[in-house]
């Protein structure tokens, strides 16, 4: 088995290969229409497939693209468990849906945010009262300059090494990524209503999931950590029975934000929270399977660089067509060994989820 032929290139061949494989699975399939003006043309849609006995008790659920160019990942893996095969793994009493591109227009975009510059990963917060980040009015002018030059990233990296050695490396790491509710045009914005994604989200998680007994999610994530490997995040709180479970089904090779072991900070308004909460009578294992990719200054540069490229650049320009190729590289490498380390630990990951669901 190859596994490298299940990953794709483009959004539109992920969603090809996902819905043949899905199809030659026998999956029901549903379709949601993202509205959003379309980059390319392109028609963009979340695609669900679902495997199994509709009245099973028990569920796996994945979803790729939460974070739009991050999709490339768990796209490769959906596709590699429904074209090879291993959702016969899947036993009786466990029904399985696989959520691709959840983020459509951010995947097809090379963007990690959503049509509304949204980090879907924040959104899932009450927009009445959003929670506040004190430190990110101290980053933003570092992290989104209006003007962007060959120079610009090496005065960023000097810029954030200063901020570093004045406050510390988390306050750095939580002003930036934790989630901001204050600023539409600068990066991890969590947005001041529930996007698109955030509903279909939502509309998923009723029509699939209430009235389960358990459920397991895996939600795929990359740009973090060492290249290819996968760090498993469990977001439920520590010292509760979702994160007892979470730590026992993957033998405590897990991380959390709160104990200090992940290279994540601590989030606000995260989707797998939002799920977990809102299905009060399922036992609900979370957690986001985070895969790296490039030294996270590259990252970093690359998500600065697309920030700008979408509020003061021309995306068909040679420039943002460059940032375009950095976005993408900073979420996926294309390159066999890293795919192979993708799936082995995705293919170990969801085996043991599947265990924890039956044991
Ligand atoms: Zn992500």
Redesign the pocket.
Known sequence: MKIATSFSATYTEAREKFLEAAAGAGAALQRFYNPASKPDGLALTTDVARLGDPDAPNMLLTFSG??GA?GFCGSGVQVAWLAEGFWREVPDNVQQVHVHAINPYGFAALSRTTEENVDL?RNFVDHASPPQNENYHLVQPILCPSEWDDGTLERMAEQVEAFVEEHGFWTFREAATSGQYQDPQGIFFGGRAPTWSRRTVEQITRDYCSGLTRLAVIDY???LGPRGFGERIVDHLPDTPGFDRAMAWYDNDASSPYLGTSTSAKLTGQMLDWIDSNLPDVESTVIAL?YGTQPEDKVIGALTADNWLRFHGDRDSRLGREIKRKVRDAFYQDADDWKQMIWDRALDTQRRALRGLTG
């Open positions: 939460t974070h991050e990963n994530h990359t740009g985070e």
